[in-house]
């Protein structure tokens, strides 16, 4: 006998009201056994902990590796590495960071933060750039290590792409609201309701956030805030808004002290944030720590199309159709076939997110001369100024 066909579809969409605190106390709440990662040094308050000092066979590094997939998926969602980079390497990359600092101050750069008051801390953008090209020697000797290879294999797989940010929080620096990090996590709640379920659960796949620390990180010195098991929560780019999920984040946060050359890597939908800076005085701390967002390659189309050319060509046939009548919706469906929707990757330098957590896309430069009837002239001059904002040198 046939079985009776499954009438029964998936949900579809979330919406702000599908969050609930509870829920996710409740995975919160999750106790991980020690047996469950056997190569662990240790769990501390549910932060998985691999010492990097230890010398590992190929077999043991691939354990460590199926290990550390399912810490960042059905685990935890954090680890810390420690003695991840090597003392005298840590050393000379901090000499190069503090002379970018300086420089890029006495140059009157200013800088955004996406969940922090600009200007709190010192920031350097796109610093792995930076670093290989003022100093190849030293950029060579830190990115070679292990601890980056295994958690990025472990979670996105081969041909990952790395970028990284320097963050300095000086002493009194204020916490970051906690937050979930990109992709979703940099929109709006009424964007991110835009996107089906399963790209809830995408995201965070997309991408791996880690920091070295430069400098020992007491936890009076606000290392990451990191909420473990919240990566779980469904609608969680949804909920960490919500007043109640921020109360149960400073709540439950935990924050585990770093020494210099540690490393923490934890999936993007973790509720995280930076700690405030309680120290001051003479003993206060600048807390260095090289902010790295490992991407998956897989991110990218497969054709390469020239966008900022089909968006010229096809301005004045839209802004007809748009004198025509047609619905905004109409040419919206053209726009996004045309047009980079997305304003990533951008160079944080030149385009910084002080007004907001993403700056304009081309689609919405496009959308705007379509629906403002701009002069070619005008949009030409905005697309070369969108093209120049992206470039590094």
């Given amino acids: 006998m046939a079985s009776a066909p499954d009438l029964q579809r998936h949900r579809a969409f979330f919406t702000v009201d599908d969050v609930d605190v509870d829920d996710l106390r409740a995975l919160v709440d999750t106790v991980t056994p020690a047996e469950r990662y056997p190569n662990a040094e240790a769990i501390d308050r549910e932060v998985v902990v691999y010492d990097m000092a230890s010398e590992r066979s190929p077999e043991q590094r691939r354990a460590v590796i199926e290990e550390l997939s399912d810490v960042f998926g059905a685990g935890p969602g954090v680890v810390v590495m420690r003695n991840a980079v090597a003392p005298d390497v840590i050393a000379r990359a901090t000499a190069a960071f503090e002379s970018l600092i300086a420089q890029e101050k006495a140059d009157g750069l200013a800088r955004g933060d996406h969940f922090a008051t600009p200007g709190a801390n010192d920031r350097v953008w796109n610093a792995m750039e930076k670093l290989a090209?003022?100093?190849?020697?030293?950029?060579?000797?830190?990115?070679?290590?292990?601890?980056?290879?295994?958690?990025?294999?472990?979670?996105?797989?081969?041909?990952?792409?790395?970028?990284?940010?320097?963050?300095?929080?000086?002493?009194?620096?204020?916490?970051?609201?906690?937050?979930?990090?990109?992709?979703?996590?940099?929109?709006?709640?009424?964007?991110?309701?835009?996107?089906?379920?399963?790209?809830?659960a995408l995201s965070s796949m997309l991408t791996l956030q880690g920091a070295v620390a430069h400098i020992d990180m007491p936890v009076e010195s606000g290392p990451t805030m990191l909420l473990p098991h919240s990566h779980k929560y469904g609608p969680g780019y949804l909920a960490w808004r919500r007043p109640e999920v921020m109360e149960l984040f400073a709540e439950r946060q935990v924050q585990t002290e770093l020494r210099a050359g540690d490393a923490a890597f934890f999936n993007p939908?973790?509720?995280?944030?930076?700690?405030?800076?309680?120290?001051?005085?003479?003993?206060?701390?600048?807390?260095?720590?090289?902010?790295?967002?490992?991407?998956?390659?897989?991110?990218?189309?497969?054709?390469?199309?020239?966008?900022?050319?089909?968006?010229?060509?096809?301005?004045?046939?839209?802004?007809?159709?748009?004198?025509?009548?047609?619905?905004?919706?109409?040419?919206?469906?053209?726009?996004?076939?045309?047009?980079?929707?997305?304003?990533?990757?951008?160079?944080?330098?030149?385009?910084?997110?002080?007004?907001?957590?993403?700056?304009?896309?081309?689609?919405?430069?496009?959308?705007?001369?379509?629906?403002?009837?701009?002069?070619?002239?005008?949009?030409?001059?905005?697309?070369d100024a969108y093209a120049a904002r992206r470039r590094t040198h």
Avoid at 147 to 158: D, N, Y
Avoid at 170 to 197: C, I, K, W
Avoid at 345 to 358: C, F, Q, V, W
């Fill in 133 to 200: 090209v003022t100093d190849p020697e030293t950029f060579v000797d830190y990115y070679a290590f292990e601890a980056l290879e295994l958690v990025s294999t472990a979670w996105l797989g081969p041909a990952y792409q790395v970028t990284s940010q320097l963050n300095v929080v000086n002493p009194g620096g204020v916490s970051q609201s906690p937050h979930r990090d990109y992709h979703l996590g940099f929109m709006t709640d009424e964007q991110a309701e835009r996107y089906p379920v399963h790209v809830h």
């Fill in 269 to 383: 939908a973790v509720l995280h944030g930076a700690g405030t800076n309680h120290t001051s005085g003479e003993h206060g701390i600048k807390r260095m720590g090289n902010l790295l967002q490992i991407s998956s390659a897989m991110g990218i189309a497969l054709e390469a199309v020239d966008r900022d050319r089909m968006c010229r060509a096809v301005l004045p046939a839209l802004q007809t159709r748009h004198a025509d009548g047609w619905s905004t919706a109409a040419l919206d469906r053209v726009i996004t076939a045309t047009a980079f929707g997305y304003p990533f990757p951008t160079n944080l330098d030149l385009d910084p997110p002080i007004d907001g957590l993403a700056p304009p896309s081309q689609a919405d430069l496009l959308r705007e001369a379509v629906l403002n009837g701009s002069p070619a002239t005008e949009f030409d001059a905005a697309l």
